[in-house]
């Protein structure tokens, strides 16, 4: 089969001989190794591709944030500080001090939403909000949805999506992801069509069949955890392909292409190449027209990290996107037949690649 399609299946994934400890792929031991290039986008745009957006912007941004915590349980700050000492160490070469200030940052920061949606009104955009929906006594449970009406309704009022954050086990196991959706949707009383999986964990193709067969619209979990960047060489919105049943499928995938965490934890950069990087990806995503998706975490938006996340948005601003939620991007591309479009050009790809590999 042809390298295109195999990159845009991420067929070496399926299986998976090395994961990290949480069973996740890792950049490094895949077949990507133009993880910084959107090149499938790319290619479909040699091709005539054109995607178009409101207003006549060229590109989209869509900016969401996983709500991991609303809460700091009692001594979790000094716990954190003190059990990345030796990490932080590593990270940096100049002691602990350059990240444990960040982590400082984020533990005496207020995890209250109503300072993100500020910063983001005052940036003019609106984004997804990604929520837990566990009980207590699950792993990683800091808040019941239930117990958080007033972040909720912050949220709507201000005209941003909420959508579900797996939880540790939903992203494989379906009765665990309907229970999850459900208490989300009962809590909040919001219908809930995207989803985002906690700690990027996903697997192919089983996680996108759950997803689809649970009646979500999308899914953006879609981005190594170990590396920003194209992790199928896309930047657009796109029908996943099983490579178990051989078969496109319904859901849309909306690529993850920057996250915090992979900046400055993964992939331990300082905050100037963090932002030389994030710049680069950013301009890649212009040239094709395509939509830049950006994860910044709820609690990472006071001292340095908030300053870089602050810097990230002005300079986004200047380039002139359409800033959307994740729903109303994926609607867009439905809506706009640009899906439609996409898929088609996709598919010639594949059967051009096919018979040339046949002839040969």
Same mark, same amino acid.
């Given at each position: 089969?042809?390298?295109?399609?195999?990159?845009?299946?991420?067929?070496?994934?399926?299986?998976?001989?090395?994961?990290?400890?949480?069973?996740?792929?890792?950049?490094?031991?895949?077949?990507?190794?133009?993880?910084?290039?959107?090149?499938?986008?790319?290619?479909?745009?040699?091709?005539?591709?054109?995607?178009?957006?409101?207003?006549?912007?060229?590109?989209?941004?869509?900016?969401?944030?996983?709500?991991?915590?609303?809460?700091?349980?009692?001594?979790?700050?000094?716990?954190?500080?003190?059990?990345?000492?030796?990490?932080?160490?590593?990270?940096?070469?100049?002691?602990?001090?350059?990240?444990?200030?960040?982590?400082?940052?984020?533990?005496?920061? @207020? !995890? /209250?939403?109503?300072?993100?949606?500020?910063?983001?009104?005052?940036?003019?955009?609106?984004?997804? &909000?990604? *929520? %837990?929906?566990?009980?207590?006594?699950?792993?990683?449970?800091?808040?019941?949805?239930?117990?958080?009406?007033?972040?909720?309704?912050?949220?709507?009022?201000?005209?941003?999506?909420?959508?579900?954050?797996?939880?540790?086990?939903?992203?494989?196991?379906?009765?665990?992801?309907?229970?999850?959706?459900?208490?989300?949707?009962?809590?909040?009383?919001?219908?809930?069509?995207?989803?985002?999986?906690?700690?990027?964990?996903?697997?192919?193709?089983?996680?996108?069949?759950?997803?689809?067969?649970?009646?979500? @619209? !999308? /899914?953006?979990?879609?981005?190594?955890?170990?590396?920003?960047?194209?992790?199928?060489?896309?930047? &657009?919105? *796109? %029908?996943?392909?099983?490579?178990?049943?051989?078969?496109?499928?319904?859901?849309?995938?909306?690529?993850?292409?920057?996250?915090?965490?992979?900046?400055?934890?993964?992939?331990?950069?300082?905050?100037?190449?963090?932002?030389?990087?994030?710049?680069?990806?950013?301009?890649?995503?212009?040239?094709?027209?395509?939509?830049?998706?950006?994860?910044?975490?709820?609690?990472?938006?006071?001292?340095?990290?908030?300053?870089?996340?602050?810097?990230?948005?002005?300079?986004?601003?200047?380039?002139?996107?359409?800033?959307?939620?994740?729903?109303?991007?994926?609607?867009?591309?439905?809506?706009?037949?640009?899906?439609?479009?996409?898929?088609?050009?996709?598919?010639?790809?594949?059967?051009?690649?096919?018979?040339?590999?046949?002839?040969?």
């Amino acid at each position: 089969m042809s390298n295109l399609f195999n990159l845009y299946r991420n067929s070496w994934e399926y299986d998976n001989t090395l994961p990290d400890v949480f069973g996740r792929a890792r950049q490094y031991n895949s077949q990507n190794s133009n993880v910084f290039t959107p090149v499938i986008s790319n290619e479909m745009r040699s091709r005539g591709f054109r995607p178009h957006y409101p207003d006549g912007k060229k590109f989209a941004v869509c900016v969401s944030h996983d709500i991991d915590h609303l809460y700091l349980q009692q001594n979790a700050g000094r716990k954190l500080i003190n059990a990345g000492k030796g990490f932080l160490k590593g990270r940096f070469g100049q002691g602990w001090g350059h990240l444990g200030s960040m982590v400082r940052d984020s533990v005496h920061n @207020e !995890y /209250d939403l109503n300072n993100l949606i500020d910063i983001n009104n005052r940036h003019k955009l609106r984004s997804t &909000y990604y *929520f %837990l929906s566990l009980n207590r006594g699950e792993e990683d449970f800091n808040y019941h949805p239930g117990k958080i009406q007033d972040q909720i309704r912050a949220v709507v009022r201000n005209n941003n999506e909420i959508g579900l954050h797996g939880g540790h086990r939903a992203y494989n196991d379906f009765p665990k992801l309907m229970q999850e959706k459900k208490l989300l949707e009962e809590s909040t009383g919001v219908k809930v069509y995207g989803y985002r999986n906690h700690y990027l964990r996903f697997e192919l193709p089983t996680t996108w069949n759950n997803l689809q067969k649970g009646g979500f @619209e !999308y /899914d953006t979990t879609l981005g190594y955890a170990d590396t920003v960047g194209f992790r199928n060489g896309m930047c &657009y919105p *796109f %029908l996943p392909y099983d490579v178990v049943n051989n078969r496109f499928l319904d859901i849309v995938e909306l690529p993850l292409v920057i996250m915090d965490a992979t900046l400055f934890f993964y992939m331990r950069m300082d905050f100037d190449i963090a932002f030389k990087i994030c710049v680069q990806l950013i301009e890649k995503v212009i040239g094709c027209g395509g939509v830049l998706t950006l994860l910044w975490h709820n609690n990472f938006i006071s001292g340095e990290m908030g300053a870089f996340y602050i810097k990230l948005l002005k300079f986004l601003q200047s380039a002139d996107p359409w800033f959307a939620t994740s729903l109303e991007l994926v609607n867009w591309w439905k809506e706009e037949k640009l899906l439609k479009q996409s898929q088609e050009i996709i598919q010639d790809i594949f059967k051009a690649e096919i018979t040339l590999q046949d002839k040969d």
